[in-house]
Structures are given as structure tokens and as C-alpha cells.
């Protein structure tokens, strides 16, 4: 054996995983460091893939060592170079090891001593797990083919080889060949005025995790709502889109008055078709949305707010692995509200608290000790699955807790000190825990407990003192459901024709698992549930019929389904209906019609809720 051979096998024998902290990594990210990326990819509509290469620009701690790790996932590798200091290229031996199905494959390259850039030619499978490609069909306006991506958690390895762990930041540029008459965009320096001449180029100069990563190509018009803001989404949304976000920018001034200076330039929305399978996704300068929250009367835009909010809790000060997902969600569910409280009232801010307390504590009830932690253990575990409120709202509760017992003239500076202290880091929760113990517990003491505190990180379920939050809009709401459910209150004399959106939340939620079919007729047929434009009370109204048997619903059930992809709207459903054997039939059947739109995310978790 040569040496050469030696150190390939040496190093193939490595468990990189092992060494690099994030259990969803193959990344020697101890060993060196991408510093900068930059792709030059092609898009190709006929057979589904990008196809060219990316220069990879690394710092290596440990110069003595000669290779590189990276994830990758279904990519065919072409060819491998090593780039000296003079730019001189040279083959460079890799190799990629067997597919995990939730890892995808470790790509070892054996590079010279601290080479400082290699460059990966490559191409994606049709069926990368972080790209969606869509027939002109299936988009709104039926003319141009789509493609988008959906990089967190663990998908950017599925369209770009490299280090695929959010403790690492990069810059990147990007050179990207589309047919004539697309536009692409990414999450970076997009510009509105780009002619759509099949050649795009964009840099991302602030460093951002890899999951961060994003692209979306077709038919996409744009509108201006303000001096650093604007939508992009097909021409027959454009406008709706438009008016339901108008008050991004309030959100923005109202995020930075708390937070301090917006730090990515421009904020753009990017509405994407209802196959989208998240509500938001926080690419930094441009938030991909799904169409599902214009509602017509802006009571989802809370979305919007919490996709902003990430430009600080999450693109900002970013978590070192998805065991942390908290510093994320939670931090980001936190000041999602805070906004909300600023642009659109006290009122507002606390239904939304009420329903989300509710909501997560019902679901912790069915979840095991470790799914409950603030900081879960997820060795193993496809991040996609491990999804759950917890991060979110007992995440956000913790944070309102500390508010409330430091008082916000105390807690918001903290706030806006951590963000500063940490910006453009990834960390993990000692050192959120070592710099609040610093900055917020030492200065004021006697305010919270070590034990509190170890409660609300370490502990399953909510601590019994955690703050409970009161709507008085929902008392009549209470009152209502309850005569109703008595049978002293007819349906069309429930007030709800003064209810928001979360009061209407409130309602379905307070509801037992199941209600009589012929109290469900009556007040479908007051208030016309059955078919409403707002997907939230949609689907909790929808699951509510499933599990009752009003089999009136199933038309609208099925249209609502076969429309939207989001997992979270979708999946409930396919949940409810997979209970009994008649529904588990009838939803195949409308599986078989739906999937062909849906994301390859929402289809594997469709198809495991409905296999024997
Ligand atoms: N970053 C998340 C979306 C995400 C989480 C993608 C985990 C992949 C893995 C985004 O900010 C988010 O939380 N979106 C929510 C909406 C929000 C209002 C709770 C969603 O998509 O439902
Ligand atoms: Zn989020």
C-alpha cells in the first residue's frame, strides 16, 4: 500500500461524526473550516437538475491534516481539485462513502497540506430532498416550470457538497445559468431590476450556516411595500401578497427600536406555490412564505413576524446543532410576539400566547420525557421528525418568564446585549446559559432561581409556576362555547361575527375530541367553517369533523389537501383520517391525487402515516 493509500484509508476508517459535536455532521469541522463558497450551477427544468461545481475556501485548525469531510446527500460527484495559492488546480482523490438514510453520505477528500480551496464538480439527483421541481402545471400560473429550495435542517447537502452543520458560517457568491425569462433568486443581494437574461450572479457577504442557503427559480413578479421591502411570488398573488404584508416594515422598525439595527439590508417575501411544506422559512434577505397566510385580513401575519424575528434569533446568534433548535424557535417565538404586541396591540399579542400555551402543553402530553426537553437528545434522529412546539412555545414561555421576573426594563436591554454579544455565532446553551448567568442573574439577584432555571432547560413538561397568560377576549368566547355545547345557545348566536382569527382558535380548541354531527351541521351552517379561506381554523375545524364522523366535510377535506403541502396543515389530517379504516381508505385516495404537488418532505411524512 502506498502511503498515499495509507492516509485515504486511515481516514476513511474516522468516524467524523464523532469528532465534530453536531449528531448531524460528518463535517471534520475540528480539523478545518469553510470560510467562503461560491457556486456556479445551471438549472435544468428537463431532467430536474443542477448541475456545475462549487469552490470551497477553507481555514485549517489543524494544518497537519489532510481531509476534508463533507455531507452531501444523492449527489453525483463528478471530479475533485484542489486549488493552491496561485490558483493552480489539481485532481484531488475523494471518496463517498455509503448512503444513511438520514445522513446521506460522507464525502472524504484527501487534499495537500492546508490547501487553501477545493473545488467539487457535481450534480443533484431529481429527487434531492431539499429542491422541489414543479411542472408549469402545477404552479399558478401554468406557463414556466418552478423550483425552489428548503435547506433547514439537514437538506443543503442534498443540492451543495459541504459542511452541513449550522456551527460553521460561510460567504458565498454565486453564478447561476436559468432558461431566459426566469428569475432566480437567493438568499443573498437579490436585485428587483435583474433582467431575466438566464445568467444571475448574487454575494452573500455577512457569513451564514449552510441551512440558510437558498434558491428559487421561475415566474415570479415583484412589488415594492416599502424602502427595504418587497414581495416576489407569481403574478396572480403579487398583489394580494402585497397588501397582506404592507406592514412589514412597521415590523422591521418595531423589531429594531427592541433589538437593535437590522443587519441583512433588505427584507423580501417570497411567496411560494401551496406546495411549500413549512409556514415560513427565515432565508437571511428574503423569507420564503407559503400562500396559506393571506388570509385577506392580515390575522396570520404573525408568521411574518416570526420570519423576521430570525434575522436576530437564528440568523444572527445561530444554534451550534439542532439539539439547541430553542435558541432558534424559542428566542425567535419570543420576539415574533413582541412584535406582534408593537404593530398590532396588547390584545392580539396575548391570544396568541394563550393558544400556543394551550397547544403545547396538550402535545407534550403524548410525547416522551426526552421529545419534551428544551434540549433534546437527537442522536440517531432525523431532524425532520424531531419536530414538535416544544422548542417553540415552552422555548418562548421560558423566555417570557425570565420577562416577567426581571421585568421588561431589565429583560429587553439583556436581550438586546446577547444578540449584540453573540451576533454572527453559533452557540449552544451554556453559553446562552454562562452569559445569562453573567449579564441578567449576577446583576439582579434573587429574582430566579438556579433551580427555576435548571426546571425550565433540563426538566420535561411545563414548571408549575410558569406564567399563565389571560385573555379577557377569550372569556366570552369561553362562555360561548359552553352554552352552546350545553345546548342553551343556538350556533348563530355565538357572537362570532366580531371573532378574529385566534378567537376562532380558542373556540375550536376548547372543544371536546368529538361533538354530535348535528350541532357540527348547525354551526357549519352558521358560520360556513366548511370551506373557509383561513387554512388555521381550516384545519382544526377540518380534524375536528374527521374525528366526529361529519363525512359532510369530506369534499372541502379533500380540496383543502390536495392544495396545500404545508406538513403542518396537511399532516393532522391525514392523521385524524388514518384512525379508521374507512377514512384511512378515503385519504389513500386523495393521497394518490395530491402527492404528485406535494414537497418529497410532506410525501415521506404522509406515506409513514398512512402505511399498514
Ligand atoms: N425555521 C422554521 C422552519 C423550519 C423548522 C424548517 C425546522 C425546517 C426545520 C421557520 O422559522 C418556522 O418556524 N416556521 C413555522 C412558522 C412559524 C410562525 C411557527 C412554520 O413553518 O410553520
Ligand atoms: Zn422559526
Redesign the pocket.
Known amino acids: 500500500m502506498s502511503i498515499r493509500d495509507f492516509i485515504l484509508v486511515s481516514m476513511l476508517l474516522v468516524p467524523a461524526s464523532a469528532l465534530a459535536g453536531d449528531p448531524h455532521s460528518y463535517a471534520n469541522t475540528d480539523a478545518v473550516r469553510v470560510r467562503a463558497a461560491a457556486l456556479d450551477l445551471k438549472v435544468d427544468f428537463s431532467d430536474r437538475r443542477l448541475t456545475g461545481n462549487v469552490r470551497l475556501d477553507l481555514d485549517w485548525k489543524k494544518p497537519d491534516q489532510h481531509s476534508l469531510v463533507l455531507d452531501t446527500r444523492d449527489l453525483d460527484i463528478e471530479r475533485v481539485v484542489a486549488i493552491d495559492a496561485a490558483g493552480k488546480e489539481k485532481a484531488a482523490r475523494f471518496r463517498l462513502d455509503a448512503r444513511d438514510p438520514i445522513f446521506g453520505s460522507a464525502l472524504r477528500i484527501e487534499l495537500p497540506e492546508a490547501a487553501p480551496s477545493v473545488r467539487i464538480h457535481y450534480r443533484t439527483a431529481p429527487t434531492a430532498s431539499g429542491l422541489q421541481w414543479m411542472t408549469p402545471e402545477q404552479t399558478a400560473g401554468k406557463k414556466r416550470s418552478f423550483m425552489y429550495s ?1 435547506s ?2 439537514i437538506h443543503a447537502r442534498s443540492w451543495v457538497p459541504l459542511q452541513d452543520t449550522p456551527s460553521v458560517r460561510f460567504t458565498y457568491t454565486a453564478q447561476i445559468a436559468a432558461p431566459k425569462g426566469y428569475r432566480v433568486l437567493m438568499s443573498a443581494d437579490n436585485d428587483a431590476a435583474h433582467p431575466l437574461n438566464g445568467a444571475f450572479r448574487f454575494a452573500m457577504k455577512q457569513p451564514i450556516p449552510s441551512y440558510l442557503l437558498a434558491i428559487a427559480v421561475g415566474d415570479l413578479a415583484v412589488r415594492q411595500t416599502g424602502p427595504r421591502t418587497a414581495v416576489y411570488a407569481e403574478a396572480s398573488v403579487v398583489q394580494s401578497a402585497a397588501k397582506e404584508f404592507e406592514d412589514t416594515e412597521s415590523m422591521i422598525e418595531a423589531a429594531e427600536k427592541l433589538y437593535g439595527p437590522y443587519r441583512w439590508e433588505r427584507y423580501d417575501i417570497l411567496v411560494l406555490p401551496a406546495s411549500f411544506p ?5 432565508n437571511p434577505r428574503i423569507t420564503f412564505a407559503t400562500p396559506t397566510v393571506i388570509a385577506g385580513d392580515k390575522s396570520l401575519v ?2 411574518i413576524a ?2 423576521l424575528a ?1 434575522s436576530w434569533s ?1 440568523n444572527l446568534v445561530t444554534n451550534a446543532n439542532w439539539q439547541h433548535m430553542w435558541l ?2 424559542g428566542f ?2 419570543y420576539v ?1 410576539n413582541r412584535i406582534v404586541e408593537a404593530v398590532y396591540g396588547k390584545d392580539e399579542a396575548v391570544m396568541q400566547l394563550v393558544v400556543d400555551d394551550g397547544e403545547v402543553r396538550e402535545e407534550m402530553a403524548e410525547m416522551s420525557d426526552n421529545a419534551q426537553l428544551l434540549v433534546p437528545d437527537l442522536n440517531g434522529v432525523d ?2 421528525e424531531g ?1 414538535s412546539g416544544v422548542p ?1 412555545n415552552k422555548g418562548r414561555w421560558f423566555l417570557r418568564f425570565l420577562e416577567l421576573r426581571y421585568g421588561r426594563e431589565v429583560f429587553d436591554p439583556f436581550l438586546r446585549g446577547y444578540f449584540d454579544h453573540f451576533a454572527f455565532q453559533s452557540i449552544d446553551t451554556d453559553q446562552f446559559l454562562a452569559y445569562y448567568e453573567e449579564h441578567l442573574a449576577k446583576p439582579n439577584p434573587g429574582k430566579v432561581s438556579r433551580a427555576e432555571i435548571d426546571a425550565w432547560l433540563h426538566k420535561p413538561g411545563i414548571p408549575a409556576d410558569a406564567p399563565v397568560s389571560r385573555s379577557p377576549r377569550f372569556e366570552a368566547v369561553d362562555t360561548a362555547r359552553t352554552e352552546w355545547l350545553a345546548g342553551q345557545r343556538q350556533a348563530d348566536a355565538l357572537g362570532a361575527n366580531r371573532w378574529v382569527t385566534y378567537e376562532w382558535l380558542h373556540f375550536l380548541n376548547g372543544l371536546p375530541a368529538t361533538v354530535p354531527v348535528d350541532q357540527l351541521q348547525a354551526l357549519d351552517r352558521a358560520w360556513k367553517l366548511t370551506g373557509t379561506g383561513n387554512a388555521e381554523v381550516a384545519f382544526r375545524w377540518y380534524a375536528l369533523t374527521i374525528r366526529s364522523g361529519y363525512v359532510q366535510a369530506r369534499p372541502a377535506i379533500a380540496g383543502f389537501v390536495e392544495r396545500i403541502g404545508r406538513r ?1 396543515l396537511v399532516l393532522p389530517l391525514y392523521e385524524a383520517l388514518a384512525k379508521t379504516a374507512d377514512g384511512k381508505a378515503f385519504a389513500r385516495q386523495v393521497y394518490a391525487k395530491a402527492k404528485p404537488g406535494y414537497h418529497p418532505l410532506t410525501q415521506g411524512s404522509v406515506e409513514r402515516v398512512l402505511a399498514d
Open positions: 428548503q433547514q435542517a413549512f409556514g415560513g422559512m427565515e404573525g408568521l416570526h420570519e430570525h437564528g432558534n424557535e425567535t417565538t415574533e431532524p425532520d419536530l417553540y403542518k
